[in-house]
């Protein structure tokens, strides 16, 4: 998924945009192909999938996502990690990139799907309440877990990943279709280098950081 400017989920959506375009054409002349077109446009950008630059050092953990950094929290749990941790939450608008990438190198050895509501993404609620693909990912330095949240708007979660894959760090290996929120949970022991507000970019942005 990572070599291609547009990932191949939204081609149908480009293609529906523009067979629209013909008909309102046929029906109404070259105005009618305005609005068409421009959904077409709109669909090439949002699902837009651009070249990042990933920073390969083990201690450093990368956004996995594009969007703005909604809370940075404490906990006390993980279903994966099992021990206090930290959590990021990323709110993604629909104009942001909304492939998400692996924050880490290491393998999918916790995965789980869960249904829910469809709640504005950037609503305290949506981790717990709203419909949620979780994954947890380790290697032999630390384990982590990514969540894709679906918002108001983004009624489908994709990924491309399953139990026992391995990932690069900063591999493309989901998408979450229009505005939503991607969560990534990490160990204490991670000292985080973003604040709330903050604009991140996935792959490239820095999470955090591995305190040895």
Not at 75 to 103: A, Y
Not at 114 to 142: Q, S, T
Not at 168 to 185: D, H, N, P
Request: aromatic share 12%; with cysteine; net charge negative.
């Amino acid at each position: 998924m990572g070599g291609y400017p547009i990932v191949r989920d939204g081609y149908i959506f480009i293609f529906a945009a523009l067979v629209l375009g013909v008909l309102m054409y046929l029906a109404f002349g070259v105005y009618g192909v305005i609005f068409p077109v421009v959904l077409a446009f709109y669909f090439a950008y949002f699902f837009r999938n651009p070249h990042r630059t990933i920073d390969m050092d083990e201690s450093l953990i990368v956004s996995p996502a594009d969007g703005t950094v909604q809370d940075v929290v404490e906990l006390d749990d993980d279903e994966f990690l099992h021990e206090p941790c930290r959590k990021v939450i990323i709110f993604l608008s629909v104009f942001n990139v909304h492939v998400n990438r692996s924050p880490i190198a290491g393998k999918v050895t916790y995965q789980k799907y869960i249904c829910g509501r469809f709640m504005p993404a950037y609503k305290d609620e949506v981790g717990f309440e709203n419909e949620r693909h979780l994954l947890g990912i380790e290697n032999d330095k630390m384990r982590i877990t990514v969540t894709q949240i679906a918002g108001i708007l983004a009624r489908r979660i994709v990924s491309w990943v399953t139990l026992d894959d391995t990932m690069e760090k900063g591999q493309v290996y989901g998408l979450i279709k229009f505005a939503s929120c991607t969560e990534i949970v990490v160990p204490r022991n991670v000292e985080i280098q973003v604040k709330k507000g903050d604009k991140v970019r996935g792959g490239e942005s820095i999470i955090g950081r591995v305190i040895e």
